[in-house]
């Protein structure tokens, strides 16, 4: 539960998210984290798309799915008919007290709306308008349709994500959502620190994931090696990649020559450090595949958390290659605070737990303090708080205004 004293850098600053599914409300998610007060709008009637997704088919149904609660705790809800003149007002007498405006839809469909930013930045001249799309606001696919796994495509990810049998492959979570969330908020919050307030960002997943790609497509720009699969293996050094041990892999990262003189030493394979084939970083590159195959004759021997715990001990990186539910149950994660917990959520049948952001501010996690709402569920004391009547209220719900 969040205290007087959990951090909250962002607090004061009024968000509203108009986005849906995940990059845009993983980038709210970020901000509201951060103690920014995030307001979503939803549709009226069916509210975000991830409210219908997820793993548990029950709560899928009941507009409370999984993929929706991994990412809007925190946030107040609020449906609007955005294609209703009464519910275009209301966004814009939301927008005169916000300082930030979140959307992900396809570029032009604000304009169309008549809520565009050149429309918004004449009610609130310091509001900072973030758009995320697939591609960005102009160039020649601009238009089209933008889902993760299409941005992975078109990126390049999946043709050097698996091994020369099975690449392409696709990274196994939404890697293109999420950079270009967290792109978005890092970009928000940049822009609330301008000494000049208000500005239009427009994000594009696709350059955000292709910015993260620094040493691949560095080394096709720079040094005209075109990026391959490479599968477990580091192309950057060796040993360095996944190796076999008796109940499963291991990651060892032998990058500096003390690394990889250690780890000989240790698995009792001094003799290979006086072979030819291994005596340089190249040499030891160009003959990995013959390296790794003579440290599993020993690797293969013992469990990779127990090598694990040794080469760690003595300067070789290394960590065993776990699932998800080892990883959230390893005391790193669980003594961390990571993890929130609500016992009770509207529309939920058992206690939800959700991950919070990868920081400490002073030793403190910061958290939310709500769990993630129903649809609509702000919806009346919101618009009392803009100065509607219980009547007027009323009447913009028998009409499908709200």
Known sequence: MATDTTPEPLKGVRVLDLTNVLAGPFACNQLVHLGAEVVKIEAVGRGDLARNLGADPDLSAAGMGISFLAQNAGKASISLNL?????????????????????????????????????????????????????GQNGPWADRPAYDQIIQGVSGVMSITGDAESAPLRVGYPLADTIGGLTAAMSICAALNAENR??????????????????????HLVGGVAPTPQGNENPTSAPSGAFQCADGLINIAANKDEQWIALARHLGRAELLDQAAFATREDRKANRLRLKAELETVLTTRPARKWAEELNAIGVPAGAVM?????????????????????????????????????????????????????????????????????????????GVI
């Open 83 to 135: 294609k209703d003149a009464r519910g275009k007002d209301i966004l814009k007498r939301l927008v005169q007290g916000a300082d930030v405006l979140v959307e992900n839809y396809r570029p032009g469909v604000m304009d169309r709306l008549e809520i565009g930013y050149d429309t918004l930045k004449t009610v609130n001249p310091n509001l900072i308008y973030c758009a995320i799309s697939g591609f």
């Open 198 to 219: 208000g500005a239009f960002i427009d994000i594009s997943m696709l350059e955000s994931v292709l910015a993260t790609m620094g040493w691949v497509v560095s080394n």
């Open 323 to 399: 699932s998800v539910p080892e990883a959230l149950d390893h005391p790193q994660i669980a003594n961390r605070d990571f993890i929130k917990r609500f016992n009770k959520v509207p529309g939920v049948d058992r206690p939800v737990d959700i991950v919070s952001i990868g920081a400490l501010f002073n030793g403190q996690r910061p958290t939310v303090k709500t769990p993630p709402p129903e649809l609509g569920r702000d919806t009346p004391t919101i618009l009392a708080s803009l100065g509607y009547t219980s009547d007027t209220i009323e009447t913009l719900r028998k009409e």
